[in-house]
């Protein structure tokens, strides 16, 4: 029998939660080093964003996307201390994704977080912000590059 948990968000409002889509965060986000368990939320079926959602902070939830929707090759390793505490033992078992910045003034001026991508292990739930060292992505990456040719 699958075991729910009942949240009341800011956001989203009243949501039943499977536990086993609770992810412990054993590497914080960035900033958020208090709050360790969140949820992915589905808030529009076919977007190509979701939310990560706090499980302890009901008004706390982060816009999400994965590179591949946007035709981005993101490819990387993940340290081996870091590796370590998420208990990666095969690429297959985990789950990557990105926090987005989407101006509501101007969501064409979208961006994603690359150094630090969210990585979730969905082999033992425990996920982390992992500060990638020694590459060329960006904080800031923009979703939606602006036609150079319209000039």
């Given amino acids: 029998?699958?075991?729910?948990?009942?949240?009341?968000?800011?956001?989203?409002?009243?949501?039943?939660?499977?536990?086993n889509a609770i992810f412990e965060f054993v590497v914080p986000i960035i900033g958020f080093d208090d709050l360790k368990t969140y949820t992915i939320v589905d808030h529009k079926p076919d977007s190509p964003f979701k939310w990560l959602q706090s499980t302890q902070e009901m008004g706390l939830a982060f816009p999400v996307t994965l590179c591949s929707f946007f035709g981005i090759d993101y490819q990387f390793d993940i340290p081996d201390d870091e590796a370590q505490k998420l208990g990666i033992e095969s690429p297959d078992d985990i789950f990557v994704c990105n926090i987005a910045n989407i101006p509501t003034s101007d969501p064409h001026n979208a961006t994603i977080n690359m150094l630090a991508p969210i990585v979730v292990n969905t082999v033992n739930k425990k996920a982390g912000q992992i500060v990638l060292k020694n590459t060329e992505f960006e904080v800031r990456y923009k979703l939606f590059k602006q036609n150079e040719a319209a000039e």
């Fill in 1 to 19: 029998m699958q075991e729910t948990v009942r949240l009341n968000t800011e956001k989203f409002g009243e949501l039943e939660v499977d536990k």
